[in-house]
């Protein structure tokens, strides 16, 4: 994931004005990579990795947050089953709904709704799904997530219907120039 990560992460961070933002939370961010990327293209962006003790532990160790990084850049320990810290304006998640079925992806969903402030944003960045009938690298993600973990890649209109359920409406759907897109979601 750090790799695939690392690839994607100049794009995702060059696609969308995140800084506009002010503060950024990564909810389950792993080794903060993609945070990393995004703090280095928005240099006026504080971030915060938001992930289990361990993992935030291994981020320490891996350093992508510190050096120039280190003063708009921490760590929160998280289980988003349970609760997500407040305090920031946007809240991103990558390749984190797609892991779970519709029950699990909701109650994550909704804690993210929990904190997110009303002037804030949920970010979500997932696999874009093509058009029925047309090729697309996610449909082929889709079959490995059924059997794999339970969860599913989902269209655009499969992520409006499971937002609008956890207090969120899908705003836009922004193309990285990868096959990931970002799906901002505003609360309702």
Same mark, same amino acid.
């Given at each position: 994931?750090?790799?695939?990560? &690392?690839?994607?992460? $100049?794009?995702?961070?060059?696609?969308?004005?995140?800084?506009?933002?002010? =503060?950024?939370?990564? !909810?389950?961010? +792993? &080794?903060?990579? /993609?945070?990393?990327?995004?703090?280095?293209?928005?240099?006026?962006?504080?971030?915060?990795?938001? *992930?289990?003790?361990?993992? /935030?532990?291994?981020?320490?160790?891996? +350093?992508?947050?510190? +050096?120039?990084?280190?003063?708009?850049? =921490?760590?929160?320990?998280? &289980?988003? @089953?349970?609760?997500? $810290?407040?305090?920031?304006?946007?809240?991103?998640?990558?390749?984190?709904?797609?892991?779970?079925? *519709? *029950?699990?992806?909701?109650?994550?969903?909704?804690?993210?709704?929990?904190?997110?402030?009303?002037?804030?944003?949920? /970010? /979500?960045?997932?696999?874009?799904?093509?058009?029925? &009938?047309? $090729?697309?690298?996610?449909?082929?993600? *889709?079959?490995?997530?059924? %059997?794999?973990?339970?969860?599913?890649?989902?269209? $655009?209109?499969?992520? #409006?219907?499971?937002?609008?359920?956890?207090? @969120?409406?899908?705003? #836009? %759907? %922004?193309?990285?120039?990868?096959?990931? !897109?970002?799906?901002?979601?505003?609360?309702?």
């Amino acid at each position: 994931m750090t790799a695939f990560t &690392n690839l994607i992460g $100049p794009s995702v961070a060059a696609s969308y004005d995140l800084s506009s933002w002010e =503060s950024l939370t990564d !909810v389950g961010g +792993g &080794n903060g990579i /993609l945070l990393s990327h995004i703090l280095k293209a928005h240099k006026s962006l504080r971030g915060v990795l938001a *992930d289990v003790p361990h993992v /935030l532990e291994r981020a320490r160790q891996r +350093g992508y947050l510190s +050096g120039d990084l280190a003063s708009r850049a =921490s760590m929160q320990s998280c &289980n988003f @089953f349970e609760t997500i $810290p407040t305090g920031t304006r946007a809240y991103l998640m990558k390749s984190i709904i797609h892991d779970w079925d *519709d *029950d699990q992806s909701l109650q994550i969903l909704a804690n993210c709704r929990r904190a997110v402030p009303a002037d804030g944003a949920l /970010l /979500l960045v997932e696999l874009g799904l093509a058009e029925p &009938n047309q $090729p697309s690298g996610g449909k082929i993600i *889709d079959l490995f997530m059924l %059997v794999l973990t339970g969860g599913r890649e989902r269209t $655009p209109d499969e992520y #409006r219907s499971l937002l609008a359920r956890a207090g @969120f409406r899908l705003n #836009r %759907v %922004v193309p990285t120039g990868s096959d990931f !897109v970002i799906l901002e979601a505003l609360p309702v």
